[in-house]
């Protein structure tokens, strides 16, 4: 009961930080003259207030990945979007991000919006010391001297309680945890207002976890930014996220705040990803998902969880349900709960 | 009683560094463990990463040499084996399963190379196996990580889900009739969902083929819902171990304590 007291309420009055509507995002592959889509965000509408941590869950090859790309526009062939919008608004100022010149984007990147990912080794450049990559990514969005720079960036990091030396070490000194928290730190030295974290602790064993999550929640409650925050893991979700939203096969499938989502999942797809965390001190069986995964290439039709789903009906195969509203603040995408029929 | 695996108090000691600046890695420090051969068991490794969970693996699977102490399988100290049909004897009876399947397979190859190439290495006491041996072998291990032949033929890793690679892996390793699994992060690198399926298969190949299984893992939630016994180690030393509920559920040492909170767990209720 008293978890809901965790749970700040975030600022809903002003304008929502990010408006995602209907995007589409799709790769598409050309050989031997046959087209193929792989549709790894269909039709996603979400909104993320000032000062929320949204989280989406879902399993490996879902579309998450493709999500955050695509929210970031950091789009690549042969990925393309096909429909929607992404719109963020930064300090009052509404920016389209598909309507922006690559320079407005660069500029926006880093001091607006930043990216924390998922293999700090990736990030971290090996062969140069950590504070080249700090000024590499952050120097040309801070705006300051040299001097003050630096003076920032040391008291970014002391505040995240890491010894400003580490700049002075290459990657592979620092410890695995040592290494996520550098690249937090670099991700929120310029006190950006969005930061979309990806997987930010999956290859981390558990006490280290615990400490990253503990940071990157001083940090959202710091700096008051929203965020975006993406892993399979749902018992880290429980931890850290404000709300949260289920993607199946590129498709949002429910989304309700964390406490809403863990005690009365309505989608049978969540409601299958919450009863089947183990737990310790509960032996009970815990029971394993039939079927695998759709292939995105060729989704099944109507409600792509339809094969695998135990209250299938008739209508699922031929419809897609669409995002209704139980409550203001729980959607769900599924004819056996809004007890649509054709 | 007889011992299927015995380690007697092993240690692995690394060398690092030059001629000048040698240096002296105590990766496992002094550890004893065995399980029974009529008692077959899922026995949990836990720690936090360079506890010296995967150095202790690798002298199990004899990867690594210890420098200290004696590891028997069998009644046999895999230090002692040399000739090759004695090697693969042991390889036989003792198999691993790998952390990430994406890494595990190469991706130019197609799957099913693995499985038959793993026949055909071990069924060699019969002379040369035929095609159809070979098949049926390599059928029967998939049926029991419930998948079939005809899903995997042919197959390249890439059109496989994670789920059903790491079952993939499971089979190969199943193919020669193994005594003891050695699995090692083997559901770090799969989703929630395939993650209990991976960890029910572990229990049922212990209770239907009477297997015993190593299952490496930080993921202590995991450990609790299918082991039998655990050890929580730190820094190469075994700080706590025996029944894994009741080590779980009543932490002593104040490492496994901390550990224990450290898990989240997802009460709302």
């Known amino acids: 009961m008293q978890s809901e007291a965790l749970f700040h309420t975030p600022d809903t009055a002003t304008e929502p930080t990010l408006v995602v509507d209907r995007l589409k995002a799709y790769y598409t592959t050309k050989a031997f003259g046959i087209d193929r889509d792989i549709r790894a965000v269909d039709d996603i509408s979400l909104s993320i207030a000032k000062g929320e941590i949204y989280g989406v869950a879902g399993e490996s090859s879902s579309g998450k990945t493709t999500l955050i790309k695509t929210i970031v526009g950091a789009i690549r062939p042969p990925l393309h979007v096909v429909g929607g919008s992404v719109r963020f608004n930064f300090s009052g100022q509404a920016y389209d991000i598909y309507d922006l010149r690559p320079d407005e984007l660069q500029a926006i990147r880093w001091r607006h919006l930043s990216y924390i990912m998922q293999g700090s080794m990736n990030v971290l450049n090996p062969v140069r010391r950590i504070k080249h990559s700090f000024y590499d990514f952050a120097y040309p969005h801070m705006g300051l001297d040299r001097a003050a720079f630096w003076d920032k960036v040391r008291g970014h990091l002391r505040k995240l309680d890491l010894d400003p030396d580490v700049l002075h070490s290459y990657p592979h000194q620092l410890s695995g945890g040592m290494r996520q928290r550098a690249t937090i730190a670099l991700a929120t030295v310029c006190t950006p207002e969005f930061i979309v974290a990806d997987e930010p602790t999956t290859a981390l064993d558990v006490i280290v976890q615990r400490d990253v999550l503990n940071m990157l929640r001083d940090i959202q409650r710091d700096l008051g930014s929203s965020f975006l925050f993406v892993t399979h893991d749902m018992s880290v979700h429980a931890t850290v996220s404000d709300r949260v939203g289920i993607v199946y096969a590129g498709r949002l499938v429910e989304e309700a705040d964390t406490p809403t989502l863990f005690r009365g999942a309505r989608h049978p797809y969540t409601q299958h990803l919450v009863a089947s965390l183990p737990k310790i001190g509960d032996t009970t069986r815990r029971a394993s998902l039939a079927g695998r995964p759709p292939s995105l290439a060729d989704p099944p039709s109507g409600c792509r969880f339809h094969p695998r789903c135990p209250l299938a009906m008739d209508i699922c195969s031929r419809q897609v349900p669409v995002m209704t509203s139980l409550t203001p603040r729980h959607r769900v995408a599924c004819f056996a709960v809004t007890g649509a029929t054709s | ?269």
């Open chain 2, 1 to 269: 009683m007889s011992l299927l695996l015995d380690i007697d108090h092993v240690g692995k000691t690394f060398l690092q560094g030059g001629l000048l600046s040698r240096r002296h890695i105590e990766a496992v420090k002094d550890i004893s463990l065995q399980i029974e051969a009529e008692r077959p068991e899922i026995l949990s490794v836990v720690g936090e990463s360079g506890s010296g969970k995967s150095t202790l693996a690798a002298m199990v699977l004899g990867q690594q040499l210890p420098t200290r102490g004696r590891v028997l399988f069998d009644g046999i100290d895999i230090a002692d084996i040399r000739s090759r049909a004695d090697r693969r004897a042991f390889m036989a009876k003792v198999q691993p399963v790998l952390q990430n399947p994406f890494e595990a397979f190469n991706p130019l190859k197609r799957v099913d190379r693995y499985l038959f190439a793993t026949a055909t290495n071990f069924m060699t006491s019969k002379g040369r196996p035929t095609r159809q041996e070979i098949e049926a072998r390599v059928g029967r291990a998939l049926v029991e990580v419930g998948l079939t032949l005809a899903e995997v033929r042919g197959r390249f890793p890439h059109e496989l889900s994670g789920g059903q690679l790491q079952r993939t892996a499971i089979a190969r390793a199943l193919i020669p009739d193994p005594r003891l699994l050695v699995a090692d992060e083997p559901v770090s690198m799969v989703d929630a969902s395939l993650r209990m399926s991976i960890v029910n298969l572990f229990g049922s190949l212990r209770d239907r083929l009477g297997l015993s299984i190593i299952y490496i893992t930080h993921d202590l939630a995991t450990a609790y819902y299918i082991s039998d016994r655990i050890i929580i180690m730190k820094k190469g030393e075994v700080v706590e171990r025996g029944n894994a509920r009741a080590v779980l559920d009543n932490p002593q040492h104040p490492y496994s304590i901390a550990l224990k909170n450290a898990v989240l767990t997802p009460d709302f209720a």
